[in-house]
């Protein structure tokens, strides 16, 4: 079988499809191990420490003096967790599309052809940035970026910045640029922060908990967080207590020097810094004719419910509790090598996959 996307999502899935005694590559687009851990900004850090950050079977090792992990030491451990478990990760190979293949899905890349009983899709959503559509984008005449364009922010000292999002990547970002930039933070609605010793675990049982109501039928999750909060992680706490976190509401237009609010009031700005989120990167599945409304696959679980051979992981909370995240991917990705082993074994044994030419 061939899964797609060699991040953590795709790593997890390794792991229990191996624990499963399946047959798999997983095909990465990625030149190196690390995801899309290796290309955010310099100083993210996770939301809860290393040890309540794991994959299946390997707990991240913390790292002294650094309560919260940063990318670059998420990188290393996935890059040790794909060789620890001697996962079969070809790179760089870019999907280029899914197809039905009479009792195989035919999955063609850049450089070859794999003939595969099952696919686990997850390739995230980092490589599908969203900018929300707003008049005077065209027109406007500083720097336009989104989250994934961001680096540090030496890049915008004494610029004038509107960063835009009220969740964690804006808080996170803002609070980076809030003492070397003139800058605007813009929310749709007032920030919640959580408490201060309240971290991205509460995240992960606000998402578990919002599954388990739904799959109840009930709609108060009685959490103590909700997922649109903000972990007042070390950086961000600095900068709100120190007043330079004070949202704005969004401006409705650009303007070729700047912004405007629809009761007519005008600022200037030098870049505008769009944290409005992501969507799933699944344009490679288009062949198989499955999505539905909001752009999604529809699931149970994470199998496809028109289609048994395809899973999908790691997307958001539609293909499992927090599955975007290290702590969430593991239940999700366990499930998925479950339904796809009785599925093989209930075919014809457990080789999934093969490539038909180069790959």
Not at 277 to 294: D, K, N, T
């Amino acid at each position: 079988m061939v899964v797609i996307g060699g991040g953590q999502a795709g790593l997890a899935a390794g792991y229990h499809l191996r624990r499963a005694g399946l047959g798999f590559v997983i095909l990465d687009a990625e030149d190196r191990a690390g995801g899309a851990w290796q290309h955010t900004w310099d100083s993210l850090h996770l939301f809860s420490p290393a040890a309540y950050s794991s994959l299946p079977g390997r707990l991240m090792p913390g790292r002294p003096g650094q309560a919260y992990p940063d990318a670059r030491h998420v990188v290393a451990y996935l890059a040790d967790y794909e060789q620890r478990y001697e996962l079969s990760v070809h790179r760089p190979v870019r999907v280029r599309g899914v197809h039905r293949h009479g009792e195989r899905l035919r999955v063609e890349t850049g450089s070859g052809t794999w003939l595969a009983r099952a696919v686990v899709s997850a390739t995230g959503t980092w490589s599908r940035p969203f900018v929300p559509a707003v008049p005077g984008q065209a027109v406007f005449g500083g720097a336009q970026l989104h989250t994934v364009d961001y680096r540090r922010p030496a890049d915008f000292a004494g610029q004038r910045v509107f960063v835009v999002g009220g969740g964690n990547s804006g808080a996170q970002i803002a609070a980076d640029l809030a003492r070397t930039s003139a800058l605007t933070w813009v929310t749709p609605r007032e920030p919640r922060f959580l408490a201060d010793d309240i971290d991205g675990r509460a995240l992960f049982d606000a998402a578990s908990a919002r599954r388990r109501a739904l799959d109840e039928g009930r709609t108060d999750t009685g959490g103590v967080a909700s997922l649109g909060d903000i972990v007042a992680v070390p950086a961000v706490r600095a900068a709100r207590d120190a007043g330079l976190l004070k949202a704005q509401p969004v401006f409705t237009r650009l303007t070729p020097g700047g912004v405007a609010w629809a009761d007519g009031t005008t600022a200037g700005a030098d870049a505008v810094i769009w944290c409005t989120g992501f969507r799933p990167a699944l344009s490679h599945l288009a062949p198989l004719g499955l999505r539905g409304s909001r752009g999604h696959i529809p699931t149970l679980g994470t199998r496809a419910v028109d289609e048994p051979r395809l899973h999908l992981l790691g997307y958001g909370d539609w293909t499992g509790p927090a599955s975007a995240t290290l702590i969430g991917v593991g239940r999700p990705a366990r499930d998925a090598a479950r339904d796809i082993a009785g599925l093989l074994h209930g075919v014809h044994g457990a080789h999934g996959a093969h490539g038909v030419h180069g790959g």
